[in-house]
């Protein structure tokens, strides 16, 4: 029996684009999160508990889109097409807050406030123009053919500017847990004070989402509110709940670890419901992943190269995140 290579391929894209989420999610959410401490001792902790890792958590965003490209051509050029200026802006956004990243130890204290808003806007353009990108991609695409036929401002609609706050608020959430796993004393206080509020606003934000998609798109309705797939996808809203619980009981006890791991699986979980929705097609509304693929042949001359260099990148990620384990003190500088 042959291996379905557009579904392995697919598989490996979210994989990917998963491993993204997760690891430069919580970075860019630091970045995020900074205009709610002004202390400055407290805003370097918060850098340096990253500071080892962070440019490495990008390299999942270059493999799911050159995975993306050699894969499923076709996806990547309407994609790119329909989506030029918030993929642009968000790359600008990420350039921005890299340098300011490196630049704002180095900077002298006239210059430290610039960089520190240049952190700030970086992380959040980068991260709303993520979100926006997202929720274009659900609302669909016009092709003609192979081409992009739609506006060149198509992206610009409510949904997807809602879906960028909304991923806004993922981040933040999720950097939040990251430095009560990664901080003590004053700092955590802080970040458990504010992530009880962030978990409100984005459990609000899933609420409106999971109302709007299916009202907006007949076949994502379909897809959660027909039988039997409303029994067989219940648990996805269940774990949701019982996720979001897990997190206020975690922070009430003053759990290090368990916020962090449960913000991360809400977020898987969110992340497999958008899946849900669109699966199979890779443009929706109605180009498949088989329709959108590149030659069989194409796709399993990338696949050697990808089972060679997926085992690197993942040995590399836990031995850094292994070796810069702990909690983060005042007193250490910047890696």
Not at 73 to 93: E, R, S
Not at 114 to 136: E, L, N, P
Not at 142 to 160: C, D, E, I, K, N
Request: glycine share 8%; proline share 6%; hydrophobic share 55%.
């Amino acid at each position: 029996m042959s291996i379905d290579l557009s579904i392995t391929w697919f598989a490996i894209i979210v994989f990917a684009t998963l491993m993204y989420i997760v690891m430069d999610g919580f970075d860019l959410g630091i970045g995020i999160l900074f205009p709610f401490n002004k202390d400055a001792t407290e805003r370097d902790m918060m850098v340096n508990t990253v500071a080892p890792v962070w440019d490495g958590n990008e390299t999942w965003l270059v493999l799911g889109g050159a995975s993306l490209f050699g894969a499923f051509p076709l996806a990547y050029a309407v994609i790119i097409d329909a989506l030029a200026i918030p993929l642009t802006v968000m790359l600008i956004g990420l350039i921005f807050r890299g340098v300011a990243f490196e630049f704002r130890f180095k900077a002298t204290p006239a210059h430290r406030p610039f960089w520190d808003k240049s952190f700030i806007v970086g992380s959040i353009v980068a991260t709303f123009c993520q979100g926006v990108t997202v929720g274009a991609v659900i609302n669909g695409f016009q092709v003609t053919g192979r081409a992009y036929s739609g506006p060149a401002f198509g992206w610009l609609a409510p949904f997807p500017l809602f879906c960028g706050i909304g991923l806004v608020i993922a981040y933040a959430l999720l950097g939040c847990t990251w430095l009560i796993m990664k901080t003590e004393h004053g700092l955590q206080g802080k970040m458990s004070a504010l992530a009880a509020r962030l978990l409100i606003a984005l459990l609000a934000v899933v609420a409106i989402i999971s109302i709007w998609t299916p009202l907006a798109h007949p076949a994502i309705a379909q897809r959660w509110f027909s039988l039997p797939n409303l029994f067989y996808l219940l648990p996805v809203p269940l774990l949701v709940l019982a996720s979001a619980l897990g997190i206020i009981h975690a922070i009430k006890r003053r759990a290090h670890y368990s916020p962090f791991l449960l913000t991360l699986l809400l977020i898987f979980l969110g992340f497999a419901g958008l899946g849900i929705s669109i699966w199979p097609t890779i443009i929706p509304p109605e180009i498949s992943i088989w329709q959108a693929a590149a030659p069989r042949q194409s796709q399993a001359f990338m696949l050697v190269g990808a089972l060679l260099i997926i085992p690197v990148i993942l040995i590399y990620t836990f031995w850094s995140y292994y070796v810069f384990r702990g909690k983060v003190t005042p007193d250490q500088g910047y890696h």
